[in-house]
């Protein structure tokens, strides 16, 4: 069964987890099925520079990291980043207080791992950006 491909477009898959073996395989499993580029950082710190050059549609991120947790990591790169979706990984049965949501209002969900990686892929799919209008109405006068 094949996961839901989000539209082509030049945004991409931004993941962000420790845990390389992990990152490598969920990277290699959204790049062959995925529609767009992912990239891939076992640092957030790392992923955090890189931002600003990536065009990304979507940030998947780990809780659990060790110099940033998820949160943190979600709060900074919404400064860089605003209106990017971010999708949260973790192993942990987690519950946020209101007063941590409202920092980091790019989150959109968070999936309890293990997980299948179609589960992912849908949950991306879901939360992918809509294509950018263009900028003139097709077909229409100025």
């Known amino acids: 069964m094949s ?3 989000p539209p082509s477009s030049s945004k991409s898959v931004v993941l962000v987890d ?3 073996s992990y990152i490598d395989l969920l990277e290699q499993l959204l790049r062959e099925h ?7 950082f076992t640092k957030p710190t790392e992923a955090l520079r890189a931002l600003p050059g990536l ?16 949160l943190d ?10 209106s990017v979706p971010v999708i949260m990984i973790t192993a942990y049965n987690l519950k946020f207080t209101k ?3 409202k920092r980091v209002p790019s989150l959109r969900t968070v999936v309890v791992k293990p997980f299948k990686w179609t589960t992912l892929a849908e949950q991306i ?17 100025l």
């Not at 995925?34 to 891939?40: E, N």
């Not at 879901?126 to 900028?135: A, G, L, S």
């Open 3 to 5: 996961a839901p491909t």
């Open 18 to 20: 420790d845990e390389i």
């Open 34 to 40: 995925l529609a767009c580029p992912v990239h891939s």
């Open 55 to 70: 065009n990304a549609g979507l940030i998947v991120t780990d809780f659990q990291m060790p110099g940033l947790n998820g």
């Open 73 to 82: 990591f979600i709060f900074e790169a919404q400064k860089i980043v605003p």
């Open 99 to 101: 007063d941590e949501l």
């Open 125 to 141: 799919s879901r939360f992918w950006p809509p294509p950018t209008p263009p900028p003139f109405p097709s077909g229409g006068a």
